[in-house]
Structure formats: C-alpha cells, structure tokens
C-alpha cells in the first residue's frame, strides 16, 4: 500500500508542476498582452484624472486649502497622467511602453516621498519642520502663475482638514503612491517584453 501511494505521488508531482507552469504561462502572456493595449494605459491616465478631479472637489466645494506639498503632489500625479497618455500613443512599439514606464515611476516614486514627508510633518509638528507659502517651481516654469486655480497653494502643510475612516488626505495618498508603485512592479516584466500574438484590447 506504502509503495502504491509512493508511486502515485510520484507521478501526480510532475503533473502538478506542469499544470503550475502552464497557468504561470498564461498569466504572463495576459498581462503581456494587456500591457501592450491601450486599455491598460487608459486606465492608468484615467485613474489619474480622477485624483486631480477628486483635489479640485476637495478644494472649490469642500473648501479645503491645499498646502504647497499637496500642490506638489498634484503634479506628481500629472506626471502619472502624463505617462499613462504616452503610452496610449503606441502602446505595441517597446520605446514608447519604456517611456511610459519610466515616467510612472519617476511620478509615482516622488509623489511617495512628498506624501510620506506631509504625513510626518503632520504627526510631528515642529517649528524646524515648515513648508514654504509658495511652490519652489523653476523660474522659467511658473506653473503657480500659470494655473493658480490649480496650483496656487493656500493652506498649511501641517493642517489636517479632512479624515476618512481616521485616515488623513495625506496618508490616503501614500496609499494611493504605493499602489501605483506596486501596480508597476506588477506590469514592469510585460511592459518590456515582446510580444508577437495580437492584443486582446485595442
């Protein structure tokens, strides 16, 4: 009896382990093929759209000022928008997914940091932790002056106005970062590999 189920273990382990490397197989080949549609771009730069839509509700009919780090912030996640509308050009041609890829991650990693750095300020108010009135923008690129509706900052970084299931604004967007850090990560192997079968999605 011993010998019998030695056996049938035996034979079932390569069956299994086939069985594993075909699944892992297609779920490669769908991301693959996803990543290189623009529905998987459109949803990145749509996501994208409805943070900046969900600032601009927060500010002009909640009336909660946003502070120069939440203004910087909004960028990063224009920077998101901005990659996601690159890679809906020419989402087949490897150069443009690279491209893609590369300001996602840029945006995503440095409206981390931003978040990360307003949650401490937050909880650890001191005088020697301060943010300043007005965006430290380039002088050739004012965007303040440019689009003050949107990126004129009028609060104080270490306010907190507004609290959802007791999670400030500023740790929702260190959720928000994270997930798309980790969507990245996700997709980063499909977006550079090659792919010769045709998209499922246009």
């Known amino acids: 009896m011993t010998e019998l189920y030695e056996f049938s273990k035996v034979k079932k382990t390569p069956y299994l382990r086939g069985r594993f490397l075909l699944i892992r197989s297609s779920l490669l080949t769908a991301f693959t093929r996803f990543a290189h549609s623009r529905a998987s771009w459109f949803i990145l730069t749509g996501s994208a759209i409805?943070?900046?839509?969900?600032?601009?509700?927060?500010?002009?009919?909640?009336?909660?000022?946003?502070?120069?780090?939440?203004?910087?912030?909004?960028?990063?996640?224009?920077?998101?928008?901005?990659?996601?509308?690159?890679?809906?050009?020419?989402?087949?041609?490897?150069?443009?997914?690279?491209?893609?890829?590369?300001?996602?991650?840029?945006?995503?990693?440095?409206?981390?940091?931003?978040?990360?750095?307003?949650?401490?300020?937050?909880?650890?108010?001191?005088?020697?932790?301060?943010?300043?009135?007005?965006?430290?923008?380039?002088?050739w690129m004012p965007l303040h002056e440019w689009f003050p509706s949107v990126m004129l900052p009028t609060g104080m970084c270490t306010d907190v106005p507004w609290q959802f299931m007791g999670v400030t604004m500023a740790e929702w967007m260190v959720v928000a970062f994270s997930g798309y850090l980790v969507t990245l990560l996700l997709f980063i192997v499909p977006i550079l590999s090659g792919s010769n079968k045709p998209s499922l999605y246009k």
């Not at 020419?90 to 990693?109: D, E, M, N």
């Open 50 to 139: 409805a943070l900046e839509a969900a600032a601009l509700y927060f500010q002009y009919v909640m009336k909660l000022d946003p502070c120069v780090m939440c203004i910087y912030q909004r960028l990063a996640v224009f920077g998101i928008l901005a990659s996601g509308l690159i890679g809906m050009t020419a989402p087949k041609f490897l150069i443009v997914r690279i491209l893609g890829a590369l300001g996602w991650a840029v945006s995503a990693t440095w409206g981390l940091k931003l978040a990360l750095a307003l949650v401490d300020m937050q909880n650890n108010p001191s005088p020697f932790s301060t943010c300043s009135f007005l965006p430290e923008f380039p002088a």
